[in-house]
Each structure stands twice: as structure tokens, then as C-alpha cells.
């Protein structure tokens, strides 16, 4: 730790010694300091990113998807990352939510509000919310990326309109049952640091 500063050349000598400067009066001066405490005001981020993930895909069945009305949440699926484990679910509107309502099933990745983040900060993903073909024809899939701030159901992307009726209906609802994924490819913890 360093316990001296100063300026090595605060003063030039000869102006110093001048008596009609008024440094040195009678052989003698007065130095004084003045100190100033400034507390570090920067603000930083620190970023922590982790790809390929492992047990990153879950996986869920619904059985009598008519019959569901409004918002149904799968169970809760762990993903770690950088920092910890966090808390998902998939959340599904069969009849669809906001302007998709009636024409739409809208799904939605949501990160749980006891995940374990540190207070402040957020957490970035990139998935995809995947429709099981029954038969194994083709998965219908949405990839997206959100920004999660844990503390409530932080709900990702944009995923209002996911899949239209028609769509729905060619092989991947069959027998009332809907197979629905997520898959979590890339986790970033981001937090602000003290």
C-alpha cells in the first residue's frame, strides 16, 4: 500500500525562495494539505456465461389440453449455470393470452423467483420452446433469448402467437395430449459489482 503521494515538482526553487512571492517569509513557511475522501462512485458488471449446457433439456406432457382454460405451469426443471442452479418452468395458454387470445396457443419459458441470483442481477438466456411431433415428423420449434430478472415469474420472449390452431392440429396434438419442450442452450449470469 502506498503511504506517501505528492508532486515531485510542486514548486520551481527559485520561486519559492522569491520573498516577494510570499512562499518563505524570515526563513520560514507553512505547508498545509488538504485531503479529499472520494469514495469510488464507477459501477461494473460482472458476466458470466456458460454454453452447452448439461440436463438442459426438460420435458412435458399434457393430457386433456381442451379441457385446460387458462394459464397451466409444468413442473419445476433445474438448469445450472454460472452462479448456481436455476429454477424453470414452461408455462402454456391453450386458448392463447393477450392479442393472441382465441387464435393462438401461446408458451413461454419462465425462470422461478427463487433461483439463485445475487440481488441486482439478471440472468440471460437463449432456448427453444419445441412442440413434440407425435409421429416423429418434424418438431415445431421457436428459438428465442430473454432477459430474466428473478424476485417474480419473469416470462421470456415472445412467444404471445407460438403456434396457430391449424398448425397444432397436424400430428402434434393427438388424442388431447400436447408434448411440449424446452431446451436451454446458453445461460449468462450478469451482476453488478460492490
Not at 469514495?39 to 379441457?67: C, F, H, P
Not at 452462479?83 to 387464435?103: H, L, Q, S, T, V
Request: aromatic content about 12%.
Amino acid at each position: 500500500m502506498k503511504t506517501e503521494w505528492g508532486l515531485r515538482k510542486l514548486l520551481p526553487l527559485d520561486t519559492f525562495s522569491d520573498a516577494s512571492h510570499g512562499f518563505l517569509v524570515e526563513d520560514s513557511c507553512i505547508i498545509g494539505v488538504e485531503l479529499f475522501l472520494v469514495r469510488d462512485m464507477a459501477k461494473g458488471e460482472s458476466m458470466s456465461l456458460v454454453k452447452d449446457l448439461k440436463q438442459n433439456t426438460y420435458t412435458w406432457r399434457i393430457d386433456g389440453l381442451s379441457e385446460k382454460r387458462e394459464r397451466e405451469l409444468s413442473g419445476q426443471f433445474v438448469v445450472g449455470g454460472p452462479g448456481g442452479d436455476y429454477k424453470w418452468f414452461i408455462c402454456i395458454y391453450p386458448r392463447g393470452r393477450g392479442n393472441a387470445e382465441g387464435k393462438f396457443t401461446s408458451v413461454y419459458l419462465y425462470m422461478g423467483k427463487y433461483s439463485q441470483v445475487p440481488k441486482g442481477g439478471k440472468v440471460y438466456a437463449e432456448y427453444k420452446l419445441r412442440i413434440k411431433h407425435h409421429f416423429g415428423k418434424g418438431d415445431y420449434v421457436k428459438e428465442d433469448r430473454y432477459w430474466f430478472t428473478p424476485g417474480c415469474y419473469s416470462e421470456g420472449g415472445k412467444s404471445e402467437a407460438f403456434i396457430d390452431s391449424p398448425t397444432l392440429k397436424n400430428g402434434l396434438l393427438l388424442n388431447d395430449c400436447l408434448v411440449v419442450e424446452a431446451e436451454i442452450m446458453t445461460v449468462c449470469l450478469v451482476k453488478g459489482l460492490n
